[in-house]
T-cell receptor, first 114, second 113 residues
Framework: DTEVTQTPKHLVMGMTNKKSLKCEQH?????MYWYKQKAKKPPELMFV???????INESVPSRFSPECPNSSLLNLHLHALQPEDSALYLC?????????????FGPGTRLTVT | AQTVTQSQPEMSVQEAETVTLSCTYD???????LFWYKQPPSRQMILVIR??????QNATENRFSVNFQKAAKSFSLKISDSQLGDAAMYFC??????????FGKGTRLHILP
C-alpha cells in the first residue's frame, strides 16, 4: 500500500480562524514532509520530519505550525493566515535516511483564505 | 547551490507517438538521486521513474525511460506510445544528502488524439 491520505480535501478559512490539516501514512515511512504548491508551480518544501523530529524548516512563517504526533501522522496547524497563503498543501512521506528517499505524495488539501 | 532546469514549459505529442522531456541540473555532489514526477490536472503527484547517480544504466519503467548523462548533468524522460492518460505536468526532481528534493518548474504535456 503506497497511500498517503490527507484531510480535508478542501478548506476555506477566514484570516482569524484556526484550522488544522491532517496527513496519514501506513507504509512504515520514517520521514514526512509538508509542501505548498501554487497553481502551475512546483511544490515548495515547508517542513521535514525525520523519525518524528523536525529536521528541516524552510523559514516558514510562524502562522504555520507543524506537528508529528507519531510516525504515521503529520499535522499542520494554521492560524491567522493571509490570502496569499491560499494554495494546495501537499503531504509526502519517504522511507527516510539511508534509502533512495523517493517521496510518495498525498492528494493535497486545497486551502482558500478569505 | 543545486538547481533543476526544465526548459520546455509545454509540449504536445500525438497519441501513440514518442516524446522526450528535457531536464538539466547543476550540482557539485557525486551521490544523488533524480526523479520524474507526474501530476495530472487536479490529481495526485505520482513518481514515474527514479535514477541513482552511481548507476550507469538508464532506468526504465514500462513505456517510460530516461537518458541519464551524468557528465552533462542531463536527465531526460522518454515516453513511448503516448496515451491520453499521460497528459499531465511532469516535474524533474533532484535529491541529495539532506533529504530535500528540488523540483524543476515543470513541463505541461498535452496528448493529441
Amino acid at each position: 500500500d503506497t497511500e498517503v491520505t490527507q484531510t480535508p480535501k478542501h478548506l476555506v478559512m477566514g484570516m482569524t480562524n484556526k484550522k488544522s490539516l491532517k496527513c496519514e501514512q501506513h507504509m512504515g515511512h520514517r520521514a514526512m514532509y509538508w509542501y505548498k504548491q501554487k497553481a502551475k508551480k512546483p511544490p515548495e518544501l515547508m517542513f521535514v520530519y525525520s523519525y518524528e523530529k523536525l529536521s528541516i524548516n524552510e523559514s516558514v512563517p510562524s502562522r504555520f505550525s507543524p506537528e508529528c504526533p507519531n510516525s504515521s501522522l503529520l499535522n499542520l496547524h494554521l492560524h491567522a493566515l493571509q490570502p496569499e497563503d491560499s494554495a494546495l498543501y501537499l503531504c509526502a512521506s519517504s522511507q527516510g535516511p539511508g534509502t533512495t528517499y523517493e517521496q510518495y505524495f498525498g492528494p493535497g488539501t486545497r486551502l482558500t483564505v478569505t | 547551490a543545486q538547481t533543476v532546469t526544465q526548459s520546455q514549459p509545454e509540449m504536445s505529442v500525438q497519441e501513440a507517438e514518442t516524446v522526450t522531456l528535457s531536464c538539466t541540473y547543476d550540482t557539485s555532489e557525486s551521490d544523488y538521486y533524480l526523479f520524474w514526477y507526474k501530476q495530472p490536472p487536479s490529481r495526485q503527484m505520482i513518481l514515474v521513474i527514479r535514477q541513482e547517480a552511481y548507476k550507469q544504466q538508464n532506468a526504465t519503467e514500462n513505456r517510460f525511460s530516461v537518458n541519464f548523462q551524468k557528465a552533462a548533468k542531463s536527465f531526460s524522460l522518454k515516453i513511448s506510445d503516448s496515451q491520453l492518460g499521460d497528459a499531465a505536468m511532469y516535474f524533474c526532481a533532484y535529491r541529495y544528502r539532506d533529504d530535500k528534493i528540488i523540483f524543476g518548474k515543470g513541463t505541461r504535456l498535452h496528448i493529441l488524439p
